[in-house]
């Protein structure tokens, strides 16, 4: 996967625009202005500034999927590859976390951005090992958003420069994630290929669990 250099460029000065002057403050326009940027393209390729939040996650994916090295135990690989998608979110923290407080008001970026999310826990399970196909890989993908979730609003309240606060609580959510199997090896209902065992269907039924899904 390789970001394109123009949704780089759109993103960045989009996320400097909302650090500035709030989400709702300026246009696709505006942020093409800023970036030195056709403007005439940049309305061909965003409609609106849902589509740049969608880059955003784009370029968070891009990131993390860079280098899909299978070292590590599936934890590790997991742990590492949501923490290479945060190093994304964190270099444009205030740009992003005005996004964030935009987003009640948005409902359609709401639900867009939840989809996309979900599509990319699936890339993001694939790339540790986990196979996330069929609906027991849409059960284990729904387990990744929660974690993904859970996280991203520890994130959104650490203002520690080495994200301590955050790392701590991905590493609660992946410890949790392992007793209820989502990447431990089972002798009964294994998958073929990474011999992970099925999820039970009441997994995400646990009310410890949070249900909300974040970009």
Same mark, same amino acid.
């Given at each position: 996967?390789?970001?394109? #250099?123009?949704? *780089? ?14 989400? @709702? ?78 987003? #009640? ?39 990744? *958003? ?41 002798? *009964?209902?294994?998958?073929?290929? *990474? @011999?992970?065992?099925?999820? #039970? ?15």
């Amino acid at each position: 996967m390789t970001t394109d #250099p123009f949704e *780089t460029a759109l993103v960045t000065a989009a996320l400097s625009l909302a650090a500035e002057k709030g989400w @709702g403050q300026f246009s696709v326009q505006d942020a093409a202005r800023a970036a030195d940027l056709s403007e005439t393209e940049a309305r061909r390729r965003f409609s609106c500034k849902t589509g740049i939040a969608l880059a955003l996650g784009r370029m968070a994916d891009d990131a993390a999927l860079a280098d899909e090295a299978g070292y590590g135990s599936t934890r590790e690989r997991l742990f590492d590859l949501l923490m290479r998608r945060l190093d994304v979110f964190q270099a444009h923290r205030p740009g992003v976390r005005a996004l964030l407080k935009a987003m #009640p008001f948005d409902p359609p970026m709401v639900l867009a951005l939840g989809a996309a999310t979900l599509q990319s826990m699936r890339q993001i399970a694939q790339a540790a090992g986990i196979n996330a196909s069929g609906l027991t890989g849409m059960a284990r993908a729904s387990a990744l *958003t929660a974690i993904w979730t859970a996280t991203f609003h520890t994130w959104e309240k650490d203002d520690s420069p080495d994200m301590g606060r955050t790392m701590a609580a991905l590493d609660q959510a992946l410890d949790k994630a392992g007793r209820w199997g989502l990447f431990t090896s089972s002798n *009964t209902a294994q998958d073929e290929d *990474t @011999g992970l065992p099925d999820l #039970p269907d009441d997994t995400l039924a646990d009310t410890n669990w949070p249900s909300s899904t974040t970009a």
